[in-house]
């Protein structure tokens, strides 16, 4: 059966075509990032990644401030030391400096990525939408990056403190593995990053008419209980580290709600 082709609209193949392109471009900068990472790698590795395993980390130092100022005395200060991080496979090192160059290339190449998907999406809107939509990709990137740096200055270091020093027996020592380390400092900050884009998500979940804010209300307390699960699934078994983190996204989700609300009092997307 042949399919009918409104003038000016484009088939379903041609749409995948576009599709790839915008796929292809994305990963274009993605690669293009990862070679600049890989390029300095010394920066990269010992002043950027390596940094939370420092006792003298600002976020050790911020966390014992902040303590002491709200009457906790040193209940979130460390007192954990330094440790090393040991290479146990033939390739390890060149395979983690790969898997750190492209995460940090995804990373640095997210606002292109987002404006590559709103490139994507814009001829399916109608005018009213697009002007309403018109800061997506500035805001997506705002909260991703904002994520990315609360994952690196809270989450990362807590989580690195707690399980770098954490010991059964004072006859068992810890010695980290690159791949295990690099693995929770890259996989926490992504979580982070993702984690904050859920109001971008509200919106264009609300945009479709998939959520509503009473529902968002009613739910409420699911909600809860779904974030402090997250937090302590992402966090050590400390009540103070997931109240720091739960919180934020608890604030998160409530802001999501008033975008909600304002999305509804305009037309969803009609599809």
Aim: proline share 4%; charged share 15%; hydrophobic share 50%.
């Amino acid at each position: 059966m042949t399919e009918i082709v409104e003038p000016g609209e484009m088939t379903f193949l041609e749409h995948l075509e576009e599709l790839r392109w915008h796929i292809v471009r994305s990963l274009i900068a993605i690669f293009i990032f990862a070679i600049l990472v890989f390029v300095f790698k010394g920066l990269i590795f010992d002043w950027l990644l390596f940094g939370p395993k420092e006792p003298d980390f600002i976020t050790y130092q911020w966390l014992c401030s902040f303590s002491k100022s709200i009457g906790l005395g040193e209940a979130l200060c460390t007192s954990g030391k330094g440790f090393e991080i040991v290479n146990i496979e033939m390739a390890g090192q060149f395979l983690t400096h790969l898997k750190v160059s492209v995460v940090l290339g995804f990373i640095c190449s997210f606002p292109y990525i987002a404006w590559e998907a709103w490139r994507f999406v814009k001829p399916a809107l109608y005018e009213n939408e697009k002007k309403y939509t018109r800061g997506m990709v500035f805001f997506s990137s705002l909260l991703f990056f904002t994520g990315v740096l609360f994952g690196y200055l809270l989450l990362a270091p807590v989580s690195i403190n707690f399980f770098a020093n954490y010991s059964v027996s004072e006859t068992v020592e810890n010695t980290i593995k690159l791949t295990s380390y690099i693995s929770i400092v890259t996989t926490v900050v992504l979580a982070s990053g993702i984690m904050f884009e859920l109001p971008m998500a509200v919106f264009i979940f609300s945009k479709l008419g998939l959520v509503t804010p009473q529902g968002m209300r009613d739910y409420r307390k699911h909600a809860v209980v779904g974030i402090l699960v997250i937090a302590a699934i992402i966090t050590p078994a400390d009540i103070w580290t997931q109240m720091l983190v739960g919180i934020p996204v608890y604030i998160l989700y409530e802001v999501s709600v008033y975008i909600s609300a304002w999305v509804h009092r305009k037309a969803p997307i009609n599809l």
